[in-house]
């Protein structure tokens, strides 16, 4: 008996669904937006991006944590201009949220201000600079260094209320007063905070220097170099950070089935299996397949299913043979969409300089859904 598949309740047939805007900026909203703790942020963003990371200090304001990044300044390399993404505490009903609000109750929504608010465009050669609000020293000095307006010198004339009474005149007394303002010294005060947050920085970070997924982009080819192993630099960030990681495991494995597939997974992302012992099929008169793409990718284009081949009048022993198999071809081409030729390309690139020279690899898609 065939089942009827009922309607979901109060689901729309047709319904637009709102596509997330994805641009180089959506690792700095995502900073801003989950308020990453300083060391987190930078650990964050050296995974996933390869620009230039820096922070700079700035007064806490009401409300604020320290150590949590405010924003993110963005200093572009080409037109020496600036972006900004900041975030903005928004209730639920879209308004704005004060410094009183909880924040459960609030939901932060990242902006991009600048010169990549419409373009959101970010280059390599870029620098990001992460605004850390911190208690400055200005809050261990006396609070009339801590007043508002300029640091001025005036002089006031004041009458005094004796002279009054008994001469019926006003007696003018020159009084001096002292204005001060917090933006000199906090400045001042702030050369030492940067300097001192500077060298324990520098400090904590030195076991960074050596984890392949927290140290800067730069040192990934002389990690790679401890081990001998020699780093493609044209791949992605994270792909070179991972190879980087698995390098020993890889050395270890590699030629075998497990090294193969981990290292196709690695540089692809494309799931694999490999079968051992596995003969192509023979080319028997009446009995092959024909193909007529001269690579792989043209085969992929036309979607032929595997060939015959010839195989050499010399017995050879089933070890020089292994398939690799992928998944389905829709969900291959689900998964990579116009990069599928690309991709299976470089998987063939991958297993011919990961197999043993003398065995030999066919690749065919699964057939199972």
């Known amino acids: 008996m065939r089942r009827r598949r009922l309607p979901t309740r109060g689901a729309k047939r047709n319904q637009l669904v709102k596509a997330a805007r994805s641009s180089d900026y959506r690792f700095l909203e995502d900073v801003v937006r989950i308020q990453f703790p300083i060391r987190a942020a ?19 304001r009401r409300g604020e944590t320290p150590g949590m990044v405010r924003g993110v300044e963005v200093r572009h390399e080409n037109s020496g201009e600036r972006s900004w993404v900041s975030g903005r505490r928004v209730l639920a009903n879209g308004q704005l949220a004060s410094f009183f609000v909880p924040d459960h109750l609030v939901t932060i929504e990242p902006q991009v201000d600048g010169a990549a608010a419409q373009t959101r465009v970010l280059s390599q050669g870029d620098e990001i600079v992460l605004h850390v609000p911190v208690r400055g020293y200005l809050r261990y000095l006396p609070g009339i260094f801590q007043g508002n307006g300029p640091v001025t010198q005036r002089e006031v004339l004041r009458v005094r209320d004796a002279s009054v009474v008994r001469w019926g005149g006003a007696a003018k007394e020159q009084v001096r007063v002292l204005d001060v303002d917090e933006d000199p010294i906090r400045r001042f005060l702030f050369l030492f905070q940067h300097i001192m947050s500077g060298v324990t920085d520098r400090i904590d970070a030195i076991p960074d220097l050596t984890d392949p997924l927290l140290c800067d982009s730069r040192f ?16 992605p960030i994270h792909q070179q950070r991972e190879l980087v990681r698995r390098a020993i495991r890889l050395f270890r ?16 992302s494309a799931p694999v299996r490999v079968r051992e012992r596995v003969r192509p099929k023979a080319a028997v008169l009446g009995q092959c397949t024909l193909i007529g793409g001269r690579d792989v990718v043209e085969r992929y ?14 017995d050879r022993s089933d070890t020089s043979f292994f398939k690799l198999i992928l998944e389905p071809r829709d969900r291959f081409h689900g998964r990579f969409g116009e ?31």
């Open 253 to 268: 494995s590699r030629g075998t089935r497990q090294g193969m597939e981990e290292m196709v997974r690695v540089l692809t």
């Open 42 to 60: 930078q650990s964050y963003l050296r995974r996933n991006m390869a620009n230039r990371i820096s922070y700079r200090l700035v007064e806490t």
């Open 301 to 314: 284009h036309l979607s032929e299913p595997g060939g015959s081949y010839l195989m050499s009048a010399h």
């Open 339 to 369: 990069r599928a030729p690309g991709v299976l390309r470089r998987i063939v690139q991958i297993v011919s300089q990961e197999r043993p020279t003398h065995v030999v690899f066919t690749i065919e898609f699964d057939v199972r859904k």
């Open 220 to 235: 990934l080819p002389w990690l790679a170099s401890w081990v001998g192993f020699e780093l493609d630099e044209s791949l």
